[in-house]
């Protein structure tokens, strides 16, 4: 039988109502620490929870302001001259297969009966499928595939967020060339003032065969971004 623990000398002076009270007292102790401990760690959650938001909030804003934003332009035109652009008499029907185009790039004439989505495109597209495009109102511009990268960020900067195609292409008569239907201009480099001033002519025209047409569910080309 084991021996019964010796009782403190502290405690032998007191009743079993004082033990009991001290019991109670150690407890609620114990019982405010833990509450404290918590509410402690509730503080650290908030502030940690309120810097982690902030952060994001601040990624955001960063991330909006750093991204660039498609450029704007006016749909249609005013019949405005932009200096080089050339014009042309192509006309307008949908047939099957290849299309020997009198231009380079094509500005118009038959073509495929369903368009290309308008886009940016890292390999060549079907002309046949892009003079469809442009016979909607979109604007395709080509560009030599040999073009600078930075070249090519600051053309990608000058584009609309629709109704515009940007494909490389063999063969061009210019490191850049925009082409709208029956129109082109050409270009030595995205710094070209030319280029807004030809999309804010060009871009949508009613000129077009079929005006307002969709430049989305038709067919993605090789090398859709």
Known sequence: MSATPPVPPSAKNLSVKQQRAEQRAKKLEEYRKREERSKRNRRIGIGAAIVGGLAVVALLVTSIVLTPQPAAYSAGGTGAEVEGVQTFENESAHVEGVVDYPQTPPTGGEHNQVWLNCGIYTEPVPNENAVHSMEHGAIWVTYDPSLAD??????????????????????????????????????????????????EEYWKSQNVPEPGALCTGGIDGPGKA
């Open 150 to 199: 930075d070249e090519l960020a600051a053309l990608r900067a000058k584009l609309p967020s629709t109704y515009v195609i940007l494909s490389p292409f063999e063969g061009l008569p210019s490191p850049i060339v925009l082409s709208g239907w029956n129109t082109q201009l050409q270009v030595e480099d995205a710094d070209d003032e030319r280029i807004a001033a030809f999309f």
